[in-house]
């Protein structure tokens, strides 16, 4: 009996991520978006592209949760992009009433599923999904890590001119502009970038690395992107599907590892059927602590703004 996945939000983040796991055959996907007939059409398109790319799985569409009952894994895409004039804390505040719903509704039809969070800002939607859905910490995380490591792998390969299959790094922290590219980690062929580049280089490599979405969304001028990002939903999806136990950043609640309590944040984690099997800790420098460290009070204040709201509307 193949795998179940559920897919909130039909946009081109969930649909391509519903289109790459449909074509692996070995989970069925239900597609949801609360636009009438959206889902339900891109799913039929999928579902035909079956005997073409050799997948007998079955995607579907719904406007619902019914459809998506004893999910293995829910994947949560859906939420609002930031528009003109919308502060920060606006975009917040309404993403987090978006997966407060959505989060309800994935517990009440799938009560033993486990929910990777996609929306942003990241870091935070996945704190609130994890104490609205009242799961166990394993069983709620974030993809933003994967995403944000292949664009700094990305860019070191295309400045040695190496293949990116060679190149292995780490990116820590929050999923925005002070996320933590780990640059001793940070290798091509098992040789530290730090003996392969200048330092000056490496510097504009971790920079590019933590403006990556905006540069996408710069160049695209509406949207942002979604053909990495949902490339990234779906190598977690097949650790967890596989139980591939790989090591990989991601986004998870920590209890004074990293010397961070309470707080969902970005660090290595092995992940696998169970969900988030293990955090993987590792000696940071004090430089490197410190720019975690701030990374973690940016997540925080967004927190703290959250629950702010909470008790002021009950």
């Given amino acids: 009996m193949r795998k179940k996945v559920t897919i909130v939000g039909a946009g081109n983040v969930g649909a391509t991520a519903a289109q790459r796991i449909h074509e692996l055959g070995y989970a069925d996907v239900v597609l949801v978006d609360i636009v009438e007939d959206l889902p339900q059409g891109k799913a039929l398109d999928m579902l035909e592209s079956g005997p073409v790319v050799g997948s007998d799985a ?21 939420g609002i992009a930031r528009r003109p004039g919308m502060s920060r804390d606006d975009l917040l505040l309404t993403n987090m009433r978006i997966i407060g719903s959505v989060t309800s509704e994935v517990v009440k039809h799938s009560p033993n599923t486990l929910i990777m969070v996609v929306s942003n800002p990241l870091d935070a939607m996945c704190h609130h999904a994890y104490e609205v859905a009242g799961f166990p910490k394993h069983r709620v995380f974030g993809m933003a890590g994967v995403l944000d490591t292949a664009r700094f792998r ?91 136990k790989r090591i990989l950043p991601a986004c998870t609640l920590l209890e004074g590892e990293y010397g961070i309590n309470s707080l969902s944040m970005g660090v290595p984690v092995k992940l696998g059927a169970n969900g988030v099997e293990q955090v993987i800790e590792i000696k940071l420098t004090d430089e490197e602590q410190a720019m975690l460290d701030r990374s973690a009070a940016s997540v925080q204040e967004l927190v703290d703004v959250m629950h702010k709201n909470q008790a002021e509307n009950g």
């Fill in 58 to 78: 079955l995607i579907t569409g719904s406007n619902g949760y019914e459809e998506t009952a004893d999910s293995d894994l829910v994947i949560i895409t859906a």
């Fill in 154 to 244: 990305t860019f070191i390969a295309q400045e040695l001119d190496v293949s990116v299959e060679d190149v292995q790094a780490y990116v820590l922290g929050g999923h925005g502009d002070d996320m933590v590219p780990l640059v001793r980690y940070t290798t091509a062929g098992g040789i530290p970038i730090s003996d392969l580049l200048p330092k000056e280089t490496v510097d504009g490599l971790v920079q590019r690395a933590r403006q990556g979405g905006g540069e996408i969304v710069a160049l695209l001028k509406a949207g942002s992107a979604y053909y990495a990002p949902s490339a990234a939903i779906t190598q977690m999806t097949e650790s967890i599907l596989l139980d591939k």
